[in-house]
């Protein structure tokens, strides 16, 4: 089945063709980025304008790079929650007019396992996709989670924080040291001309039990030492280094740390801050250590995008899941809630 996928949770607008024989047919993301820089933050409102704005020609954009009519689609899957709540109306809203007007059925994604999935949305010539059970890590700009995936569609919450998301402390950290917003991937770039080992930080809750996480606790510290150093460009680069390594080993322990507690030797990761070179090697590392293997997806889909939305939404429309016709978005929504996908 040929599947539109349509992701509006937050302040990217994406949009992708998934097809079940033939694997991603076509995929476009727009970036409200510009829009939202000049505020140092999503502003929800504008959100909502420009998904209205921006989301029927990248419908129309990546049919025509799939090649296909609107009546060529089986499905419509669109992102449900969480997420901001008039952002995601437009998605949903969008999705089941279009799906009512081909008579098609339409499904609601939950966002975490649009990204969960998101390893899984592209074959490893060399190792396959990666198979439940496994561990996926979720690090996004709102989710730090650890979770057991017992089949696709059983999920249970292993680890997750207690207050930032790791994405969000990457951007918190780069805006308090004078980067434009959003400043997670310019940090991520700083920290390449910074030298290792010249700030430590702690690496956050690593020292007892547990799969939990915390990093606003690491913002400050990485704020006293900015504040107490030259603030020249080495220093900043420096200081990045510090902290990304702080987070990408903290990241590294705890994963770690479940694959023993789930006796797994699988992980996969997704989310925006899958896509840090720096974390990429060092989870990498440890697989190669332990015998086990990582999956992440390509960058571009680590980030929010259209086509881990279409995937997940074709996964379920496959074993016969679907929405009825009304239109319900869900903002807050526990990954644990949901139904297990079987196909027979
Ligand atoms: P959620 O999925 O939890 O609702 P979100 O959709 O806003 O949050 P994503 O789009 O998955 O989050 O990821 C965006 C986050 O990823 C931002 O916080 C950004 O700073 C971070 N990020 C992106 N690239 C990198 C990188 N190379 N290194 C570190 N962080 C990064
Ligand atoms: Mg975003
Ligand atoms: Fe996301």
Not at 14 to 28: E, F, I, P, S
Not at 188 to 214: N, Y
Request: charge should be negative.
């Amino acid at each position: 089945v040929k599947v539109l996928g349509i992701e509006t949770s937050c302040d990217e607008t994406g949009v992708a063709v998934y097809d079940t024989a033939a694997g991603l047919r076509a995929h476009a993301v727009y970036s409200q980025i510009e829009l939202h820089a000049q505020y140092g933050g999503v502003v929800p409102e504008l959100a909502s304008r420009d998904h209205v704005r921006k989301l029927l020609p990248l419908i129309r954009q990546t049919l025509a790079e799939a090649g296909l009519e609107t009546a060529g689609i089986d499905g419509v899957a669109y992102t449900a929650g969480p997420g901001l709540v008039g952002a995601l109306l437009v998605g949903a809203g969008v999705a089941r007019a279009l799906a009512w007007a081909l008579d098609v059925p339409a499904i609601g994604v939950h966002h975490m396992e649009g990204h969960l999935l998101a390893p899984l949305l592209e074959d490893d010539p060399a190792r396959g996709r990666p198979e439940p059970p496994f561990v996926a890590l979720l690090v996004s700009g709102g989710h730090t989670q650890l979770v057991h995936v017992a089949a696709i569609g059983r999920y249970r919450l292993l680890g997750e924080t207690l207050d930032d998301a790791a994405g969000e402390a990457f951007d918190k950290t780069a805006k308090l040291m004078g980067l434009p917003y959003p400043g997670g991937p310019q940090l991520a770039a700083l920290a390449e001309r910074g030298r290792p080992g010249a700030f430590r930080f702690a690496r956050p809750m690593t020292d007892r039990p547990g799969l939990d996480f915390s990093f606003s606790g690491l913002k400050t510290q990485v704020l006293l030492a900015w504040q107490g150093s030259d603030r020249g460009e080495q220093t900043r680069a420096d200081i990045a280094r510090g902290f990304e390594d702080a987070v990408v080993e903290t990241l590294a322990i705890k994963c770690e740390r479940a694959l023993d507690a789930a006796g797994c030797e699988t992980l996969v990761v997704a989310g925006g801050v899958g896509a840090n070179k720096r974390l990429r090697a060092r989870l990498e590392d440890m697989a190669h250590r332990r015998g086990g293997r990582v999956s992440f997806p390509r960058p571009a889909f680590c980030t929010d995008n259209g086509a881990m939305i279409a995937f997940a939404g074709a996964l379920r429309l496959q074993a016969g899941q679907h929405d009825t016709a009304a239109v319900r978005v869900t903002p807050r929504w526990d990954m644990a809630s949901l139904a297990p996908v079987t196909s027979e």
